[in-house]
């Protein structure tokens, strides 16, 4: 008992007692208290005494983990949460002030990821850019919905159909419509609002009937061989590419001239599609 005293001392007083430090010197002294309890002495004392050390000790979990959220420090504050969420004597209110924390986590690391996407794009890294998108998608697929406040989810949904969209739009203009359809694609499974959702659906238009024009040189060489079977198998893929497309929401309208395109390269090729 007077070692779990001392070590107590040490926790609230010494100046190096701090953040984590302290935080794992309290969870010292109540392993010290229970080891030191001696049998057929009064529980009474004891038991208050146990019962004041674990407030202080989940005051010192919290302010732990705030400091870390402060510093961005989010897997970490992470595996601190799921810690203390687990432990067996975690006050009720605790455990709602740290489910609160952990959404916290997974917005504040959502936001700095697509921040660091929109800079990586500006910097011409793509493939940093891209890794930071995924990476936010897959923390806001982690969340219930109703998880986060409507108004930052909401901004969540832009900044990545934004950065989703300025991928294809770079990807677009580098002559490569097909890594362009694949990020326009992602960017229309968030919600921006119909306007963007507008903006979003040309530039997917214009990607197609880009992979349409550069699938169809290839196409004619294949016909030019004699290669049929390959040209044949070449507008298949075309197909499925607009068929993906039509599930994206595209219309006829904008579909048109992509499909105007592969059926005529079928026709060239001697086959028929309907």
Not at 65 to 87: D, F, N, P, S
Not at 129 to 150: T, V
Not at 223 to 239: I, K, Q, V
Request: neutral net charge; proline residues 3%; contains cysteine.
């Amino acid at each position: 008992m007077a070692a779990a005293e001392r070590l107590l001392d040490h926790a609230r007083n010494h100046p190096a007692a701090a953040g984590e430090e302290r935080l794992q010197a309290l969870r010292r002294v109540l392993t010290g208290l229970a080891q030191g309890a001696e049998p057929g002495t009064d529980e009474g004392p004891l038991v208050a005494r146990v019962a004041a050390v674990e407030g202080e000790l989940w005051s010192a979990w919290e302010a732990v983990v705030v400091r870390l959220i402060k510093q961005q420090e989010y897997t970490a504050a992470r595996h601190l949460l799921r810690e203390g969420l687990e432990h067996a004597r975690v006050p009720a209110a605790r455990a709602a002030a740290f489910h609160g924390h952990f959404v916290e986590t997974f917005s504040g690391e959502i936001g700095q990821l697509t921040a660091r996407a929109m800079r990586s794009l500006q910097e011409g890294r793509e493939t940093d850019a891209l890794k930071a998108l995924q990476r936010a998608e897959k923390l806001l697929g982690a969340l219930r919905d109703d998880a986060l406040p409507a108004a930052r989810r909401q901004e969540v949904e832009r900044r990545l159909w934004s950065g989703y969209t300025r991928l294809g739009m770079r990807r677009l203009a580098a002559g490569d419509p097909g890594t362009a359809i694949e990020a326009l694609a992602q960017a229309l499974r968030h919600d921006a609002g119909a306007e963007r959702r507008v903006e979003t659906r040309a530039l997917l238009t214009r990607a197609l009937e880009g992979l349409v024009d550069a699938a169809a040189l290839v196409i004619r060489e294949h016909a030019d061989r004699g290669d049929t079977g390959a040209a044949l198998e070449a507008c298949d893929g075309l197909w499925e590419r607009l068929r993906g497309a039509t599930d994206l929401g595209l219309g006829p309208q904008e579909m048109a001239t992509s499909v105007a395109r592969v059926q005529a390269l079928v026709e060239t090729v001697g086959g028929r599609r309907s």
